[in-house]
Nanobody
Framework: QVQLVESGGGLVQAGGSLRLSCTAS????????MGWFRQAPGEEREIVAA????????YYADSVKGRFTISRDYAKNTVYLQMNSLKPSDTAVYYC???????????????????????WGQGTQVTVSS
């Protein structure tokens, strides 16, 4: 099992930037696709971005395309979410998640549904003020 710890959340004004980090421990980072989800009060959890472990293929929700960037650093066992041009509608608790895909690299698109991810972090609050 891989354990995930997020950091980097906080309060920022609209138009500002934040970078979230998610560090994995417990076992090798390899073989895990990684995703960032968010959940606003009274809303369902939704995917924000995801990245595959093998070829680094990415997926972005339409609401964040062009503003957010997901990346991963294998040496640091860390995945990042760079968030630019933040809007009040981005306010939510952001969760990092891992989906084990197996040891054999293959070209595929990253999972987009929360039930496809078996490991979750505790979440970090992002608040964007207007």
């Amino acid at each position: 099992q891989v354990q995930l710890v997020e950091s980097g959340g906080g309060l920022v004004q609209a138009g500002g930037s934040l970078r979230l980090s998610c560090t994995a421990s417990g076992r090798s980072f390899s073989g895990y696709d990684m995703g960032w989800f968010r959940q606003a009060p009274g809303e369902e959890r939704e995917i924000v971005a995801a990245i595959t472990w093998s070829y680094g293929s990415t997926y972005y929700a339409d609401s964040v395309k062009g503003r957010f960037t997901i990346s991963r650093d294998y040496a640091k066992n860390t995945v990042y979410l760079q968030m630019n041009s933040l809007k009040p509608s981005d306010t939510a608790v952001y969760y990092c998640a891992a989906s084990f895909q197996g040891p054999s690299p293959a070209s595929h698109t990253p999972p987009k549904l929360s039930h496809e991810y078996g490991n979750w972090g505790q979440g970090t609050q992002v608040t964007v003020s207007s």
